[in-house]
Antibody
Framework: EVQLVESGGGLVQPGRSLKLSCAAS????????MAWVRQAPKKGLEWVAT????????YYPDSVKGRFTISRDNAKSSLYLQMNSLKSEDTATYYC????????????WGQGVMVTVSS | DIQMTQSPASLSASLEEIVTITCQAS??????LSWYQQKLGKSPQLLIH???SLADGVPSRFSGSRSGTQYSLKINRLQVEDTGIYYC?????????FGGGTKLELK
């Protein structure tokens, strides 16, 4: 059974940093692109970052480019999101998601972790 | 960036009714369109991928279709457990973009 379990969320002040983690199990982690998707309170879904199988390629939307860094440790089956220079608009539930091979839609999602950026 | 315009934003329907939700892509995305259901307080779940393919374990009353750059999710014979928010996603190219969501309630 595929499982994705996020951790590391919490309350952080504007301008500070936070690092999220996602522990994957039930599949060969190193064979899949992985992503982070977020959802602000009572809002829709927004893709935040994607990383290739080896970690050599990363993709971001303009809203987080230069502030967020996605990374992975295939030996530990873990995905990370380093978030720097956090803003109030980054307040959201962050989901770890697996990209389906070839087609790249999100086929499995974690339960999500809440990040609140506030002074 | 590819824009996904989803409609309606909200919908109230009766049990056993047929429901249709649509997403309009701002450019050609082929069949790179998926649909998700999100129940209150839960993470999104995949319903349909590649515009028309039913995900594993999803009831057959759900179906997807495509006409040019317009995509539709149809729910036949609406059930109580189908309430929630539905999103489309284009996975043709980065940045991956979602529709704004459709909140489906029972009348």
């Amino acid at each position: 059974e595929v499982q994705l379990v996020e951790s590391g969320g919490g309350l952080v002040q504007p301008g500070r940093s936070l690092k999220l983690s996602c522990a994957a199990s039930g599949f060969t982690f190193s064979n899949y692109y992985m992503a982070w998707v977020r959802q602000a309170p009572k809002k829709g879904l927004e893709w935040v970052a994607t990383i290739s199988t080896s970690g050599s390629r990363t993709y971001y939307p303009d809203s987080v480019k230069g502030r967020f860094t996605i990374s992975r440790d295939n030996a530990k089956s873990s995905l990370y999101l380093q978030m720097n220079s956090l803003k109030s608009e980054d307040t959201a539930t962050y989901y770890c998601a697996r990209h389906r091979k070839t087609a790249y839609y999100f086929d499995y999602w974690g339960q999500g972790v809440m990040v609140t950026v506030s002074s | 960036d590819i824009q996904m315009t989803q409609s309606p934003a909200s919908l109230s329907a009766s049990l056993e009714e047929i429901v249709t939700i649509t997403c309009q892509a701002s450019q050609d995305i082929g069949n790179y369109l998926s649909w998700y259901q999100q129940k209150l307080g839960k993470s999104p779940q995949l319903l349909i991928h590649s515009a028309t393919s039913l995900a594993d374990g999803v009831p057959s009353r759900f179906s997807g279709s495509r006409s040019g750059t317009q995509y539709s999710l149809k729910i036949n014979r609406l059930q109580v457990e189908d309430t929630g928010i539905y999103y489309c996603l284009q996975h043709y190219s980065a940045p991956w973009t979602f529709g704004g969501g459709t909140k489906l309630e029972l009348k």
